[in-house]
């Protein structure tokens, strides 16, 4: 299935939860597309290269805001613009790095993370890593759970529909 797809899903499940029950989830919005140019930055800051499948979700658009579980997925303009969601994806990061989260999922400490979605109260997020153990790019944890994803596009299908996607809580 198309990328755009996947991301028309993901925005229709949203949307459906937001009509739910409207006092828990914000109204989602897709942003206007990232640039090559804004795409390259992105990468620089981030250190590692971009899992495809979030490079084509930041060609779609640069962003997406009232994900049903309460996260918002941080685009290229957020860091140029070094806005608050930022500062908090990064504190969240340092205290996963610092902490003893590494060693109770099986990641090595010298793993790169980098965070590309975080809820409001910096307790929940999700990671692109390079990891010389771990064959995923992506992980999500916070409250105590982990889950790794292979590619960005198993995470978004895995947020529409969990019985599309499986991830692993560990790397052992």
Not at 8 to 34: D, I, N
Not at 116 to 123: E, G, K, L, Q, R
Not at 142 to 158: A, C, K, P, W
């Amino acid at each position: 299935m198309d990328l755009s797809h996947v991301v028309a899903g993901l925005f229709q499940k949203c949307l459906e939860c937001y009509f739910e029950e409207t006092r828990v989830w914000r109204l989602p919005k897709l942003r206007p597309p990232a640039s090559e140019q804004q795409i390259a930055a992105w990468e620089q800051i981030c250190g590692q290269e971009i899992d495809a499948d979030f490079r084509g979700f930041l060609r779609l658009t640069d962003g997406m805001e009232g994900l049903y579980f309460t996260m918002s997925i941080l685009g290229c303009s957020d860091w140029e613009a070094g806005s608050l969601r930022t500062l908090a994806a990064r504190e969240y990061a340092e205290s996963v790095s610092s902490g003893e989260v590494h060693d109770d999922v099986g990641l090595e400490d010298s793993v790169k993370i980098f965070p590309i979605a975080v809820n409001a109260d910096a307790s929940d997020g999700i990671f692109l890593i390079e990891s010389l153990v771990a064959p995923e790019r992506i992980w999500w944890t916070g409250q105590g759970s982990s889950r790794f994803f292979g590619t960005f596009r198993n995470l978004l299908e895995y947020c529409t529909d969990r019985s599309l996607y499986s991830p692993r809580d560990t790397v052992d």
